[in-house]
């Protein structure tokens, strides 16, 4: 059974007359944010409660989450129905920017921590309290009986108000920029018949601070608390003759104050040489990770959640192997294959920056291969020649001047090209749904697809699944799309990942102007005599 929540309350609960949502769609793809949309009726209780990206959504299915995210859009309708889109809680990486920095010999854990310390650093909220006091409140004239409100930041003290009558303050929020404050309680000795004063709670708030003026705390000993209810005054009548004063600290919950927050989690995924060069130059958080992490090693980004804690593991590969079979016949509805070889090309000619000269009267020349390659003009991949035989392509890099830089972009275009995509979506019924002991189909699952009619008996991993939550004939899963089953690892029934992005490889004088500082910081750090560097410790020029 599914379940949805916005910000821990009931949004959705199947049966429920009231807590009531349709049109539902829930996409979850890997290395994606993923997104949520549905529909909400006025009668719904949390109609007017939800917030534009700082609500945070969620979505449970049988006690596990499955789903955490915030609203992008409300749109409401004649009837008044909203249309609610939400995005999934990667997308909060989107809300910070890498300044420009250079890291070098990092660890792929050791990165990613430093991103993700960027980004919590940013995204972390001010400690703001939002203080509302009982309607109830009464008292004489402020010239006698009355409240003070007061913080402290750094050695100043401030007072959001002084010496305001209990009446004035029933029923009001004031909001204080500090994580605690003073409240002060001064009667005299006149007989009274009033409420006095109570406060009915202190939250936290994103909300602007109140105006408030230097001034200085009264010269009374503080009762510590962390106690709502411990500040407030005798009631009907309240004490004659008081000077109270209360010194409140507020127990903040983690997710108020830092909401966006990620914890580098499990990261499996690793580098050749267990020391890699980037740069950041005002991306945001989630770019740079995708460019130079998963783009560039291959991985998997995955979220996981363990009490307030919010982790990013970078992954080489998921670990399960799903026991639930999709079968034609049973719960396969259908399918659709595509494997697309349209450009596939097994040799490559590439051709660098335009000469200022040609051998050749009326023809441009460009830089080639030819005087780093024996004299030869191309680059071929010989089992993709074995598979699809000789298909030649030109392919040009109008920018790149030195030959051993192209042959080096070159390879890793031809890399790239020579796979296939394969892709393989199926309109399936997971069939957890009418038996609980059958193992849920998830995002990052290895799972057995068999079709006889088809010819198809192989495992695939899960990378998209789209789920409505009344309506699970309409659910599909995604198996292995956008996922590059090369050549020569088909052969073997490997998918290893991409690497690095051609355009992203740095060119020969940045490798040996690397590989410079790399041996000047050897020798400089040198103190007896001798540098004894590992293999992996020099950087190697083409």
């Known amino acids: 059974m599914y379940k949805v929540f916005c910000d821990d309350q009931l949004l959705y609960l199947p049966g429920d007359q009231e807590l009531v949502i349709f049109n539902t769609k829930l996409e979850l793809a890997d290395n994606k944010s993923g997104s949520f949309e549905f529909d909400i009726p006025a009668v719904n209780p949390m109609y007017d409660r939800m917030k534009k990206l700082t609500s945070v959504i969620r979505v449970e299915k049988d006690g596990d989450s499955i789903f955490y995210g915030r609203i992008l859009s409300m749109e409401k309708n004649f009837y008044n129905t909203q249309t609610v889109v939400c995005e999934g809680e990667l997308a909060y990486l989107l809300d910070s920017i890498q300044e420009p920095k250079a890291y070098h010999s990092y660890t792929v854990r050791s990165f990613l921590n430093a991103l993700l310390a960027v980004h919590n650093m940013q995204t972390t909220m001010e400690k703001r309290l939002a203080v509302t006091f009982n309607s109830k409140c009464a008292g004489e004239s402020g010239s006698y009986d009355n409240l003070s409100l007061y913080y402290q930041s750094g050695s100043a003290t401030y007072a959001v108000f002084t010496k305001k009558r209990a009446d004035d303050v029933a029923g009001k929020t004031f909001i204080v920029p500090a994580g605690d404050f003073y409240v002060y309680w001064h009667t005299d000795a006149s007989v009274n018949k009033y409420y006095g004063f109570s406060i009915d709670s202190v939250e936290f708030t994103a909300g602007v601070p109140d105006t408030a003026v230097v001034s200085a705390l009264p ?90 804690t919010r982790y990013l593991d970078y992954i080489a590969d998921y670990d399960n192997t799903n026991t639930q079979v999709i ?54 991949s010989t089992d993709a020649i074995k598979e699809y035989g000789v298909v030649t392509r030109t392919v040009s890099f109008e920018d790149v001047g030195e030959p051993a830089n192209l042959k080096k972009k070159a390879e890793k275009y031809l890399s790239d090209i020579q796979f296939e995509n394969l892709s393989l979506t199926c309109n399936a019924v997971d069939l957890n749904m009418v038996d609980v002991d059958i193992e849920r189909i998830k995002l990052g699952d290895s799972i057995r697809v068999v079709s006889k009619p088809h010819g198809m008996d192989r495992y695939f991993p ?67 005599g001798h540098v004894v560097t590992r293999p992996e410790e020099i950087a190697t020029c083409p």
Request: aromatic residues 6%.
């Open 219 to 308: 010269s009374y000993t503080a009762v510590e608390t962390k106690k709502v209810s411990d500040m407030q005054s005798a009631h009907n009548p309240y004490d004659n003759s008081s000077n109270l004063l209360w010194h409140y600290t507020h127990t903040f919950d983690r997710k108020d104050l830092y909401p966006k927050m990620f914890v580098t989690g499990m990261v499996t995924v690793e580098d050749s040489n267990d020391s890699i060069y980037r740069y950041t130059n005002w991306e945001n958080t989630l770019d740079d990770i995708q460019d130079k992490l998963v783009d560039r090693l291959g991985g998997h980004l995955r979220i996981r959640h363990s009490g307030t």
């Open 462 to 528: 899960v990378t998209a699944l789209t789920i409505d939550l009344q309506n699970p004939q309409n659910n599909t899963v995604t198996l292995g799309t956008s996922v590059k089953a090369g050549i020569s690892e088909r052969t073997t029934n490997q998918n290893d990942s991409l690497v690095q992005k051609i355009q992203s490889l740095p060119p020969q004088s940045d490798t040996l102007r690397m590989a410079i500082e790399n041996a000047t910081a050897l020798v400089t750090a040198a103190t007896t």
């Open 327 to 380: 079968e034609f016949g049973s719960n396969l509805l259908d399918y659709t294959e595509n494997a697309d070889a349209s450009e596939i090309a097994t040799r490559v000619i590439p051709l660098g920056k335009r000469l200022e000269e040609s051998s050749i009267e009326g023809l441009e020349e460009y830089t080639t291969i030819r005087s780093v390659n024996k004299d030869v003009p191309y680059i071929e």
